[in-house]
């Protein structure tokens, strides 16, 4: 075991202490603040990291004394830095970064994705999101969690059909074409594509190789809300906070939504695409 899942398992501990001491059940907890009852589970097993909000409305909610909160805050803040790194984050396994993620998304009402390399996690497929996962699982030598990994995702995507919130993706059309997973699937993929680009509350924007970028899309990036920019590498994943980092990816991400091509023209380019691993599969 690590010194960080040691440190997830404390810390999950002092907060399953802090609510049976408030003479709370999980079920009860959760609905005092307004969570799904496996959250609770998640953080109290050590099966996701708690935030830094996840610890101040549990301490709140049990009536935890000042110094209680401002130490589990504490930890969670070095969880999280920690958890950041590449190493971390896979031993931890599929499922759980599925899970972590989620609860970032249930906070967020305004999405703005650049992706230049693969189809975005909200928009996979099933068959496309299994390998991806498949990918990863090798490279990183991540906890064999595929099929929960995927469910997960599947479950993440619900959160498209919320009308509360907007969604502005913009892909490259080398995401589209590089294949990670066979020309069926692919299909697949470009067709869940073109049908979730009709949502009311969503934008999706390809640019097309013709047009020139600008910039070097060297990294995806995702703005949640204007509170944060998560951007990921091959070793770690930054979690940008400060006003001018985010200010900076917005704008970034204009930039890129301005060479786009989006609604009709943008689906053109797809079943263009599509067109041509239709062709792949035929032969």
Do not use: C
Request: charged fraction near 30%; glycine fraction near 4%; avoid cysteine.
């Amino acid at each position: 075991m690590t010194s960080f899942q040691q440190a997830r398992i404390d810390l999950g501990s002092q907060l399953r202490q802090l609510r049976e001491s408030a003479q709370l059940s999980g079920k009860e907890l959760a609905e005092r603040l307004r969570w799904q009852p496996s959250k609770v589970s998640r953080l109290e097993n050590a099966r996701q990291t708690a935030t830094e909000d996840d610890v101040v409305v549990w301490a709140q909610a049990v009536n935890a004394l000042p110094d209680t909160t401002d130490e589990l805050i504490r930890q969670s803040i070095a969880l999280l830095e920690r958890h950041d790194d590449w190493k971390q984050r896979h031993r931890s396994g599929l499922a759980a970064l599925q899970e972590d993620i989620r609860d970032l998304e249930a906070r967020t009402k305004l999405f703005r994705v650049f992706e230049p390399g693969i189809v975005v996690g909200l928009l996979q497929t099933s068959e496309y999101a299994r390998h991806v996962f498949r990918k990863v699982k090798r490279l990183y030598s991540a906890a064999d969690q595929i099929d929960a990994a995927v469910r997960v995702r599947m479950q993440r995507q619900e959160i498209l059909y919320d009308r509360t919130r907007t969604f502005r993706f913009v892909v490259t059309e080398a995401a589209l074409r590089t294949a990670l997973a066979p020309p069926d699937v692919m299909r697949g993929q470009l067709d869940r594509l073109l049908a979730v680009s009709t949502l009311p509350n969503v934008e999706f924007g390809v640019i097309p190789f013709s047009t020139e970028l600008p910039a070097n899309p060297i990294n995806g990036f995702w703005i949640y809300n204007e509170a944060l920019v998560a951007v990921a590498t091959m070793t770690k994943d930054f979690i940008l906070r400060d006003p001018d980092d985010i200010a900076f990816y917005v704008r970034a991400f204009e930039d890129y939504a301005k060479a786009a091509e989006f609604e009709e023209t943008g689906r053109e380019v797809i079943i263009a695409i599509l067109r041509e691993y239709r062709q792949q599969t035929a032969h």
